[in-house]
């Protein structure tokens, strides 16, 4: 029984985004296939075609499941989704040629089918649109995360669009919320009454909404998704076991901002998504003017290009990728919180804010900083952020967008965030050793000589000429970091000039030795690789 389809489909990696790794699990690797509808299969009826459907095999459980998963395959399923799905059924799909989804116990088959069927009728209405319809549910989780509550997005209407996942306590009106796909009468007769809708429908205004035990609500928070005066809709946070967090309010309001572009987007028949734009801006594939112009904005207006990378060191493919949409959501909400217009793209493994109207960068470094532990925390792995230089107009952006990923590339383990103005000596230096590495004809054969030298011999004419020139020919603080006499650095300096012909009393030519020797460090060409 087919009960949801969509045109062009949606990866099962991305669907699994947006109804939730911890409900279900991918058990075969590797395997993204496209999933364009969702058909519930009891074992005791007959197979129908299931072309690049996700089928949920109902009714049976683990080795029990063998048969019918292998019938799902032949009649062309996507992927098949089993309870208690274990190694061995997993083996069996992928000789089979079919995806496996092992489903929590406690998940209900209808409530999974019908989070699954409204992700993908979702996808039919944003047909189109390169960053996908599981954004809406993607934005929900993510606004769960930060909020510390149970999120649902509506429309103006009052339809339920998208909801996060919960494991913490929900109230009536949630359940029936959710179960509905819209609030119930009485209670939005309730909220009429109350001047929350007015409130919400009156500006860009963090509503709280106190608790009403006797009738079994719990307390909450609002806010409406406005694009310009018109009210598009509602982000709601319904409070749990645990009081709010304590930046709730601001990342609602940033989680607004990025609802409302999600419902335009929707509602448009052509155009290209935020996110493309943003990523042609930085990349000049796309004219600032036609950014600026889908996007609202002035494209003479300064700007600031923040960029974040997360240090992993996890070599698998889909980890990386979903730490990418984490990052990408997170940092979506997050900026839109502390500066209304700004933008987010990715481009590679780096997400990119572009911030209009940021002509310094007081306050900025502070508020990249907050952003950057926060997906430290939530995605378990080391987050940076690297900050460009303001630029006069946005057509500059990609200027301030090469700046920030220079920062990026010369930071160290010890820095969270830097800008530009930290890093400018760190910046020169390594695309100066970048221009040195990349032309070896520059590089001078008596310092080939000196390495040469250490490898044979075993000394330390090397470490001890580049320690020298670090201390800007300091002897005795050589000494002192090297743990040997003076007389030792003064020897092994006269050593090293007669090696490799080097004269140290020249600056140009200490200068061009001091780059080749740092050279070598950075790349690993030391005494001990030239040795074995």
Known sequence: MSVGRSNNGLGLRRL??????????LRTEHADPLVRGVAILDPDDEPGSYSGELVLIIGVRGREAARPVRAAARQGAAAVAVKEATAELAAIAA???????????????????????????????????????????SLAQTLALLTGGSVSIEDAGNRVLAYSRSDD?????????????????????????????????????????????????????????????HHLGTVWVQEGREPFAERAESALLGGARLAAVHLLRQRSEHGRSREELVAGLLTGHTSPDLVAGQLGLDPATPAVVVAFTAREPTADEPVRELHLAEMLTMVSVHMASYRKGALVGADGARVYAVLPDARQLT?????????????????????????????AALRDAGASRAEADRVLDAMGAARSVASIADLRAEVLLGETLALLEANPGLHDPAVAALLAHDAEHGSELVPTLLAWLDAMGDVRSVAAALHVHPNTVRHRLRRASAVSGIDLGDPRERLSCHLQLLLAVTTGVTTTTVRG
């Open 169 to 229: 306590e929900v109230d009536e009106l949630r359940r029936l919320s959710i179960l509905g796909w819209q609030g119930p009468e009485s209670y939005l007769a309730l909220l009429r009454e109350w001047g929350v809708f007015a409130r919400l429908r009156a500006g860009e205004e963090v509503v709280r909404i106190e608790p009403h035990p006797e009738l079994g609500i719990r307390r909450r928070l609002a806010v409406g998704i406005r694009a310009g005066t």
């Open 16 to 25: 699994l985004v947006a109804i939730g790794l911890p409900l279900v699990e």
């Open 95 to 137: 000789e089979s040629g079919v995806a496996l989804l092992s489903v929590a116990a406690p998940v209900r088959w209808d409530q999974l089918e019908t989070v699954v069927r409204q992700v993908l009728d979702s996808a039919t209405l944003a047909e189109g649109f390169s960053d996908g319809p599981g954004d809406l549910f």
């Open 363 to 391: 306050g900025l470094v502070t508020e990249v900083t907050d952003v950057a532990e926060v997906l430290t925390r939530r995605t378990g792995v080391r987050v940076q952020a690297g900050i460009g230089s303001a630029v």
